[in-house]
């Protein structure tokens, strides 16, 4: 992911439908995504990853897609719950050379009643 | 599960004043670790990584002598903010990598520092 320092964007969904969240990136040398979950005024957790041999992958509730050839990724959480509710990141690692997590812009989600 | 500890959670200092964070793997051996700077509303942007044993290789832009950081031992890195200004305020959270883990799990998150600076 290329952060920007861009505010960020929101989406609200409606509790129990399924809600998609969207990253672009830039690094073509990218071999590992993470998607991390930051609820507010605590550090980001793990949520699922996706290596870039594969273009899917599930989870408990989430799944998360790679489409190289656009370098886009997506996260999707079935039946979204309150407890959803906080700010999703993509994050992307290369293959070779130093192993620092790039984080994406982010997006926050919003659960509602 | 692998857990890092970041304290403090909060923190208020005087401008011209340093603060120190400090962040713990407390279940496994960090090699490397990662501390990245958040402002309201906006991504984590990573300030340095550092190794243990040796000096901290900082972004482009991170002021090396403003955020020094020391990884003294395999479980602690600390980040220390000299002549803090209003400016600096912001959340900062470190990561740890486990040496020899996979890349999946190798990263784990502290729980921030929230520093505010009057």
């Known amino acids: 992911g290329e952060s920007v320092g861009l505010h960020l964007p929101t989406l609200s969904v409606q509790e129990g439908d399924n809600s998609i969240i969207n990253c672009a990136y830039s690094?073509?040398?990218?071999?590992?995504f993470i998607w991390y979950k930051q609820e507010s005024g605590k550090g980001p957790q793990f949520i699922i990853d996706?290596?870039?041999?594969?273009d899917k992958r599930q989870g408990q509730r989430v799944t998360v897609l790679l489409n190289k050839t656009v370098k886009h990724l997506s996260l999707q959480i079935a039946a979204t719950q309150p407890g959803d509710s906080a700010v999703y990141f993509c994050?992307?690692?290369?293959?070779?050379?130093?192993?620092?997590?790039?984080f994406g812009q982010g997006t926050r989600l919003t659960i509602n009643p | 599960g692998a857990v890092v500890s970041q304290h403090p959670s909060r923190v208020i200092c005087k401008s011209g004043t340093s603060v120190k964070i400090e962040c713990r793997s407390l279940?496994?051996?960090?090699?490397?670790m990662f501390w990245y700077r958040q402002f309201p509303k906006q991504s984590l942007m990573l300030m340095a990584t550092s190794n243990e044993g040796s000096k901290a290789t900082y972004e482009q832009g991170v002021e090396k002598d403003k955020f020094l950081i020391n990884h003294a031992s395999l479980t602690l890195s600390t980040l220390t903010v000299t002549s803090a200004h209003p400016e600096d305020s912001s959340f900062y959270i470190c990561s740890a990598r486990s040496q020899g883990a996979g890349v999946s799990y190798g990263y784990t998150f502290g729980s921030g520092t929230r520093l505010t600076v009057v």
């Open positions: 994050a992307d690692l290369p293959l070779q050379g130093a192993q620092k997590l790039v």
């Open positions: 996706i290596r870039s041999n594969m």
């Open positions: 279940d496994f051996q960090a090699t490397t």
């Open positions: 690094n073509s040398a990218s071999d590992y």
